[in-house]
């Protein structure tokens, strides 16, 4: 994987509406960044191509203690995709540079779910964008707000992404079988990174609270790749947070 040149970046913020110090809660003595990176590197990724970025000393000192490649970052972006654009800028990395964004709040990532995605990007590279998604398979899953969907076409491109109950059917709105839950992991080359970036907040994105809609308000393409393996919940609430920490003694 290497020798393509990917990098793989996983935001650590310090502030958390729902979870302030996230980044930092320990499972196993370990803080949650920690895992996710033992994760990428189950993915096979080498460890000089894996950065924490980060808007806080307190995770920039940890992360040097456990011998972590991180990197401060401001602490005034909108979203991740900015915090990894600015990682881009600061390494100098080339135009043709791929970039793994991973959230840096799930310790059980499948390794098999970054390496498919790369395997995608590399298969569909006429994509600006790659991401993935899972089928949703409970109706409160469909109408739950903090699950995002994703409406995908038959050639696996984005149309949208959306808090709400989509796609509908219109006939049996009790169908969900369309139905597919985004997971928050993107692909992109650095050119690509750059130029979402240059893009105002869009109005979309705004009312959302979904990043990806930037790139869809500005014509970028969104290939879609569906991994149907098994994917444990990430870390919002305490309540998940302890949840985890049972079930990785």
């Known amino acids: 994987m290497s020798q393509l040149n990917i990098k793989v970046v996983i935001p650590a913020r310090y502030g958390s509406s729902r979870l302030p110090a996230k980044p930092l809660l320990e499972i196993n003595e370990k803080p949650l960044f920690w895992h996710v990176v033992q994760r990428v590197l189950e993915a096979g990724i080498l460890i000089d191509d894996?950065?924490?970025?980060?808007?806080?000393?307190?995770?920039?000192?940890?992360?040097?203690?456990?011998?972590?490649?991180?990197?401060?970052?401001?602490?005034?972006?909108?979203?991740?995709?900015?915090?990894?654009?600015?990682?881009?800028?600061?390494?100098?990395?080339?135009?043709?540079?791929?970039?793994?964004?991973?959230?840096?709040?799930?310790?059980?990532?499948?390794?098999?779910?970054?390496?498919g995605l790369t395997t995608f990007a590399v298969e569909n590279n006429h994509f600006d964008i790659v991401t993935?998604?899972?089928?949703?398979?409970?109706?409160?899953?469909?109408?739950?707000?903090?699950?995002?969907?994703?409406?995908v076409t038959e050639i696996e491109q984005a149309l949208y992404f959306t808090r709400s109950p989509a796609p509908l059917n219109r006939d049996e709105p009790m169908d969900y079988s369309l139905a597919l839950r985004h997971i928050g992991i993107y692909l992109?080359?650095?050119?690509?990174?750059?130029?979402?970036?240059?893009f105002p907040e869009s109005l979309l994105e705004k009312?959302?609270?979904?990043?990806?809609?930037?790139?869809?308000?500005?014509?970028?393409?969104?290939g879609v790749m569906r991994y149907l393996g098994?994917?444990?919940?990430?870390?919002?609430?305490?309540?998940?947070?302890?949840?985890?920490?049972?079930?990785?003694?």
């Open 50 to 115: 894996i950065l924490v970025a980060t808007d806080d000393e307190r995770i920039l000192l940890k992360a040097k203690e456990l011998d972590v490649p991180v990197v401060m970052t401001s602490t005034s972006h909108i979203s991740g995709t900015d915090r990894i654009n600015e990682v881009a800028r600061l390494q100098n990395w080339t135009d043709d540079t791929l970039v793994v964004n991973v959230q840096g709040d799930e310790p059980l990532l499948p390794p098999d779910l970054v390496k």
């Open 132 to 151: 993935a998604v899972t089928p949703i398979n409970s109706l409160d899953d469909f109408h739950n707000p903090n699950v995002v969907k994703a409406v």
């Open 188 to 198: 992109y080359k650095v050119s690509v990174l750059s130029r979402v970036c240059e």
């Open 207 to 222: 009312s959302e609270k979904l990043e990806q809609l930037r790139a869809l308000s500005n014509n970028l393409t969104i």
């Open 230 to 249: 098994d994917l444990p919940h990430g870390v919002d609430t305490q309540e998940d947070y302890l949840a985890l920490k049972r079930l990785m003694k």
